[in-house]
Nanobody, 122 residues
Framework: VQLQASGGGLVQAGGSLRLSCVASGLTFSSYGMGWFRQAPGKEREFVASISWSGSIRDYSDSVKGRFTTSRENARNTVYLQANSLKPEDTAVYYC????????????????WGQGTQVTVSS
């Protein structure tokens, strides 16, 4: 199983980025997908998650209204559209796959991508 995240970069505050995560080696449509982030010196935190069909989405309070997650099962891809970015959004962003659920606890996820760096300048 491989999860390949991309789309990170350097952006000014107020800007946008679209992160993508392509999965291989698993039946993608059977997995809940999550996005997490980790800043230097901080714990990994939940950002967003999406159910197998995409009908249920969950967001942390810190990104709700600014970030949107979606998926294309035909392309084995999950997305995170990040708008109105703030300096405090700076972190490495990870996608993860979970067979049983699409929760907020990173320890429940089965597979992880390598992460993509998002840096927001003020």
């Amino acid at each position: 199983v491989q999860l390949q995240a991309s789309g990170g970069g350097l952006v000014q505050a107020g800007g946008s980025l679209r992160l993508s995560c392509v999965a291989s080696g698993l039946t993608f449509s059977s997995y809940g997908m999550g996005w997490f982030r980790q800043a230097p010196g901080k714990e990994r935190e939940f950002v967003a998650s999406i159910s197998w069909s995409g009908s249920i989405r969950d967001y942390s309070d810190s990104v709700k209204g600014r970030f949107t997650t979606s998926r294309e099962n035909a392309r084995n891809t999950v997305y995170l559209q990040a708008n109105s970015l703030k300096p405090e959004d700076t972190a490495v962003y990870y996608c993860a796959a979970d067979w049983n659920t699409y929760g907020r606890n990173w320890r429940e996820y089965d597979y992880w991508g390598q992460g993509t760096q998002v840096t927001v300048s003020s």
